[in-house]
């Protein structure tokens, strides 16, 4: 009961976070529609794509969204770092509630965050020329809800691991930029160079985007099943890693 | 009464550098007790070793009747601490810096409410209690900070530095707040300072520590008397040669040069200055400015570490 509590004490203080920095919240609804709207036409425009209904927009608008989910659920883990280095980490580290409740609350206050963006998206669907039912709107918001938490999962973990938000560009650079690249958000992932297979298939979000990709527009390299499994098994990992580091280094947090 | 914390050869070692060099602290129930020292003498290890912050080296230490390497949990549960440092969210308002933590903390719902009006009251953030932190000034987030670490009545109140950065006036209603608190309910306070005059006023037994060891503990006024003199700092021409000299005078019990200004440890300090001066005169050291002062806790400090706390300490 103490630790319910103490999970949803977390939660509220990410989502009260979330809603109060509101240029946060403007700047992750249009980064995404400019990708639609210039990069999406402007490339669709210049490149015919075989086998694309809907066009090119069209075929990258889920691809988008994962990229919403990604973006905003590293970030808001990364944002542990802040909280180590204005002290209030400690504050909460202090507290007699367990390290899995910390990382549990942490990663749904994280979710919340990446799902109401990614339901922003949803909801400018029109923008694309996409058409959305209540079915597959729910049924995205249930996927991205599951790739948040183990991609706010993996944002806790990274922060564990950094000192200062000095790591940021390189966090950046090495693992969110190549994360996004290799997901297929932009491009088909079937028939590409085995090295650049192999790339996209180890990358979790890849499936998240899959998986977006069937719910939204019918079509998908792989089956909706093996992409929920794949992000779900990366949920539940990230979520115990992330609380098995808090608790091991719970020390040289503080 | 008994002891609310005991402390066994607790030690803490960072790469080879003895922070905490095994201290045996006995911090008696409903007391409050400062652990006073300079800056890197080894208090904010000390404290949070007992805060279960950082596991100790080695020894052992029971707060509240429970050991704080297996019983972590419950001695958080026992505890409330401000840091040195700030630990606050600039985004959440006061009252809800003091909500978080009732929830974190398990206070039961039903009295949240009147625990949350009681606190507010007694830290007086009045109608800023409603706005964001980044909002405050330090004293109010000093105090929001103080308020914060009693909402779920601990047992034991740990302040790292309580006053450090703070205006005159600030550090004094913080004092007249913690002297208060510790009167009217049952709680010890730990405190930690480097501030001679906060330890003067403030507790009923220091520790001085220093280099990772107490170097003696006592209640402020025994320790004072322990002195049994008066300093008479005089300053003059070649200070170096004079706290030489000066030693032959037999009343003299002990002189130390400190900050170019000589200090003489004496009794009944009024009836020696015109002999002191004299003796100056007489053996060629023009005297400056002679100043007579009763002890305070700087000088037992000084006679037992033979340096002064620190630049700030009065």
Known sequence: MAELEGIYTLWLRETKRFFRYRSRIITSVVTPLLWLIIFGTGLGSAVRFGNMPGGYEAFIYPGIIGQTVLFTSIFSGLSVIMDRQYGFLKEILVAPISRPSIVLGKALGISTAAVIQATILLLLSFIVGVSMTPMVFILCVGIALIMSVGLGGMGLVIAAFTDSMEGFNLIMSFIVLPMFLLSGALFPITGLPSWLQTGVYLNPLTYGVDALRYAILGESALPLGISIIAISVFAVLMVLVSSIIFSKKEQSLM | ?314
Request: hydrophobic residues 40%; glycine residues 8%.
């Open chain 2, 1 to 314: 009464m008994g002891n609310i914390i005991e402390t066994k050869k607790i030690s803490k070692k960072y790469n080879g550098f003895l922070a905490v060099d095994s201290i045996d602290l006995n911090v008696p129930k409903n007391s409050v007790y400062g652990v006073l020292g300079p800056n890197g003498a080894g208090k904010t290890t000390l404290i949070s070793m007992l805060c279960t912050i950082l596991r100790p080296t080695s020894g052992m230490a029971i707060v509240n009747g429970y050991d704080i390497v297996k019983q972590a949990k419950e001695v958080r549960a026992s505890i409330g601490i401000v840091f040195q440092s700030r630990a606050l969210d600039d985004i959440l308002t006061g009252r809800e810096h003091l909500e978080m933590h009732a929830s974190l903390y398990g206070v039961p719902r039903d009295i949240r409410q009147e625990r949350l009006d009681e606190v507010l009251e007694l830290i007086a953030l009045g109608k800023k209690a409603d706005e964001y932190v980044k909002t405050y000034s330090g004293g109010m987030k000093r105090r929001l900070e103080i308020g914060r670490g009693l909402i779920h009545h601990p047992k034991v109140l740990f302040l790292d530095e309580p006053t450090l950065g703070l205006d005159p006036q600030t550090r004094e209603n913080i004092w007249d707040y913690i002297s208060h608190l510790n009167q009217t309910s049952d709680i010890t306070v730990l405190l930690t300072t480097h501030y001679m005059e906060e330890a003067d006023k403030l507790c009923d037994e220091i520790a001085i520590i220093n280099q990772g060891k107490i170097i003696t503990s006592d209640s402020p006024r025994n320790l004072k008397k322990e002195l049994k003199a008066d300093t008479i700092t005089i300053k003059v021409d070649y200070p170096d040669d004079f706290v030489e000299k000066v030693k032959e005078l037999n009343f003299i019990k002990d002189a130390f040069l400190i900050d170019g200004e000589v200090k003489l440890m004496v009794e009944s300090g009024e009836n020696l200055i015109p002999a002191v001066v004299e003796f100056a005169s007489n053996e060629g050291f023009p005297v400056k400015s002679v100043e007579l002062e009763h002890p305070n806790l700087e000088d037992v400090f000084i006679k037992f570490t033979g340096s002064k706390i620190s630049s700030e300490g009065k």
